[in-house]
């Protein structure tokens, strides 16, 4: 059986550049996300410069059956899922009353839902095999709480948090898992999430080469649980765990203005 990289929201942004880093490392993969055309797109440009096996699975992880379709597809193609990489993900920018609560449900299912599903399915066999990595992406908005951005910063701090309890319970195991929390990045995600006009958007956003390269390095070379790409946002970081949480929310309150 050929060992395969699953990637989530691979058609674009930080998954887009990430599937290039796997296969560049001489992983096979599996790129999942809605967009079946990008996703070809990706396929051929990887393929033309490295020879690794490459599968497109078009999939709305919004939808309760998604990761079922997935475990399918992987079972008939006889595929063993090495690494997992979730990193679909969806924003939403508005008061949490006033927003449209279908786009919350989407978040929560794709963010946290099915990344918990893919996790549990294939931290399973990788359990059993002995070997194998989990990559979540998070965010620095799993840091605290957010204004204006409340269902999405809740799902961060889901997915970091359930990332680090994972970590203590498998380095036993010989499983990496490792959150990877960028701060703001250049990639369609904040216009999709409708954050054009937020302060976030416009000051200290990083490429998304630059984070996929920090988090595939330190994944690959690394056993470290959580992963912050840049000076800027670590020092963030750092200061959050300092300041008092009512201090934090009134920051992030200002910043996230709109
Ligand atoms: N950009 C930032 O500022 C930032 C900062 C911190 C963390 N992050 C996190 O980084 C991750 C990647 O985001 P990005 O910045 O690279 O944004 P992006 O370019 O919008 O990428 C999001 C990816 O998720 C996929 N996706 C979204 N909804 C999906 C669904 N229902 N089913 C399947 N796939 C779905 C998209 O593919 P399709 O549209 O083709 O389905 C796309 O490939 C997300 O988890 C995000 O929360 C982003």
Redesign the pocket.
């Known amino acids: 059986m050929d060992k395969y990289t699953l990637i989530?929201?691979?058609?674009?942004?930080?998954?887009?550049e990430l599937s290039k880093l796997f296969a560049l490392g001489g992983s096979n993969l599996i790129l999942?996300?809605?967009?079946n055309e990008?996703?070809y797109k990706v396929k051929e440009e990887i393929s033309i410069l490295n020879d690794v096996d490459i599968e497109v699975l078009s999939?709305?992880?919004?939808k309760e059956e998604?990761v079922e379709c997935i475990l399918d597809f992987v079972e008939k193609k006889n595929i063993v899922v090495n690494n997992l990489v979730n990193?679909?993900?969806?924003?939403d920018f508005g008061e949490f009353a006033k927003s449209d609560y279908k786009r919350q449900l989407?978040m929560i299912q794709?963010?946290i839902m099915?990344l918990t599903k893919l996790t549990k399915v294939f931290l399973e066999d990788m359990i059993q095999r002995g070997s194998g990595g989990i990559l979540n992406?998070?965010?620095?908005?799993a840091f605290a709480s957010g204004t204006n951005m409340s269902v999405?910063y809740a799902t961060?701090a889901y997915v970091l948090s359930l990332t680090e309890a994972l970590y203590e319970e498998n380095t036993k195991n010989g499983i990496r898992v490792m959150a990877l929390?960028?701060?703001?990045?250049?990639?369609?995600?904040?216009q999709?999430a409708g954050i054009k006009k937020s302060k976030l958007a416009k000051g200290n956003?990083m490429d998304?080469n630059e984070v996929a390269v920090i988090g595939y390095t330190k994944f690959i070379k690394t056993n470290k649980a959580i992963v912050i790409p840049g000076f800027k946002n670590k020092l963030l970081i750092q200061a959050m765990r300092i300041l008092p949480r009512n201090l934090i929310r009134k920051i992030i309150k200002k910043v996230n203005k709109g």
């Open positions: 989530t929201g691979a058609s674009s942004g930080i998954g887009y999942v996300a809605r967009n990008a996703l999939i709305d992880l919004s998604s990193n679909a993900g969806l924003g989407d794709v963010n099915a992406v998070a965010s620095t908005a999405y961060k929390c960028p701060g703001a990045v250049d990639t369609g995600f904040q999709k956003i998304p």
